[in-house]
Structure formats: C-alpha cells, structure tokens
T-cell receptor, first 114, second 117 residues
Framework: DQQVKQNSPSLSVQEGRISILNCDYT??????FLWYKKYPAEGPTFLIS?????DKNEDGRFTVFLNKSAKHLSLHIVPSQPGDSAVYFC?????????????FGSGTRLSIRP | ETGVTQTPRHLVMGMTNKKSLKCEQH?????MYWYKQSAKKPLELMFV???????ENNSVPSRFSPECPNSSHLFLHLHTLQPEDSALYLC????????????????FGPGTRLTVL
C-alpha cells in the first residue's frame, strides 16, 4: 500500500502557463515533504521542501502548498518553461527516523509544450 | 569531480554473472543509500550506511550485497540476479542519516541502468 501517491503519471502544459503537480499521502505522522526533479539519464535532484507546520513554501517560480487536513500537497510552477520538462517525485519523511521512512511517490512526467 | 558519481552507467549481465556497482560521493556526507527504481514504481530504498555502518536493509535478497569501505564509497555486489532485478539503481548521499535536519536533503547519482538477461 503506497503511503505517497502521485495519481497522475503524466501532465502536459503550455509554456508560460502554470503547472500543478499533485501528491496525496496517507500517514499523518509525516513531518516533512520534498519534491525532486529528474531528467532522463540523471539522478533526482532536490527542488523544494516544506515542513508540516507550514502550508506554503515559495522559491522563485516554484511553490509548494500543503493541506494537512486533506493530506494533500501540490507543486506549482509558474511560468512553466521548456526546461521544466522532467519527472517530478514527491517524497515524505517520518520524524527523526531512519531513511527507510523517507517514502517516494511514483512520479509525474511533466511535458512543457511550446 | 563534485557530487555523486556512479559507474558503470549501463550494465548488461547474465543470471550467472557477478558484477559490482560503484558509487562515490565528493560532498563530505556521512550517509549513503542504495535505491532501486523499477518502471512506473516509486523509488525503493535498499540499504543505508551511516558512517560506514549499515543501518538499514529493507528485506533485500542476498543476491544483492552492499559494501561501504569508507564514507565516500559505496558498492553493490551483484550475484545470480533474476530478470526482474532489471532496473535503475540509484546511489544517494546526505549529510545526516535519515535527513535528521530539516534543511538536509539527499543528493543522487545518475544511476546505473541494469539489464539482467
């Protein structure tokens, strides 16, 4: 049973518009959430994170929103650029526990079309 | 060279072969990880090493044998694998084990694409 779910395997967005990637989780004990970006033939790279005590974190074009009551988080990219085309992984961490509790979603492939 | 490097990038092996994957990090981190990524599945943690000591083995079959001779190097020795072991194997490192500090994060290598025939 997946504790972190990315229900959309792919998403296509026009350049300049907003991209919204979604992630749902089931464990209310998660205290920290991360987004990673992965290009083909490369490993995932850290993008942005948010603590469970916050509901929003912004870094340039990237904003992550957390809705704890709905156990839902989303990554907003605006404006979307061609270089944003990649696979995006959502991950969640249990507090002060081993790395085995950092759980990844299955990823969403974002394609930015011109 | 900086970051996390992995060799080889691609590997094709038969079920009776023995091969090893190598990971090296140049970040001065204390924790290193092996992950397996199969198609359309989440990343699965396999092993964790903290200060060269194995701290996690996520029920990984014994045909996968990790080795961490020092905090900068991590190996994954492969022996009598099965076709279903074909996947992308990713190495990662972080400053602290389990991302104990909120600003810590894992840095991933590019991965080794393994095909078992």
């Amino acid at each position: 049973d997946q504790q972190v779910k990315q229900n959309s395997p792919s998403l296509s967005v026009q350049e300049g518009r907003i991209s919204i990637l979604n992630c749902d989780y089931t464990n209310s004990m998660f205290d920290y959430f991360l987004w990673y970006k992965k290009y083909p033939a490369e490993g995932p790279t850290f993008l942005i994170s948010i603590s469970s005590i916050k509901d929003k974190n912004e870094d340039g074009r990237f904003t992550v929103f957390l809705n704890k009551s709905a156990k839902h988080l989303s990554l907003h990219i605006v404006p979307s650029q061609p270089g944003d085309s990649a696979v995006y992984f959502c991950a969640a961490r249990l507090p002060y526990s081993s790395a085995s509790k950092i759980i990844f979603g299955s990823g969403t492939r974002l394609s930015i079309r011109p | 060279e900086t970051g996390v490097t992995q060799t080889p990038r691609h590997l094709v092996m038969g079920m009776t072969n023995k091969k090893s994957l190598k990971c090296e990090q140049h970040l001065g981190h204390n924790a290193m990880y092996w992950y397996k990524q199969s198609a359309k599945k989440p990343l699965e943690l396999m092993f964790v090493y903290n200060f060269k000591e194995q701290t996690e083995n996520n029920s990984v079959p014994s045909r996968f044998s990790p080795e961490c001779p020092n905090s900068s190097h991590l190996f994954l020795h492969l022996h009598t694998l099965q076709p279903e072991d074909s996947a992308l194997y990713l190495c990662a490192s972080s400053q602290y084990w389990g991302l104990a500090v909120s600003r810590d994060t894992q840095y991933f290598g590019p991965g080794t694409r393994l095909t078992v025939l």
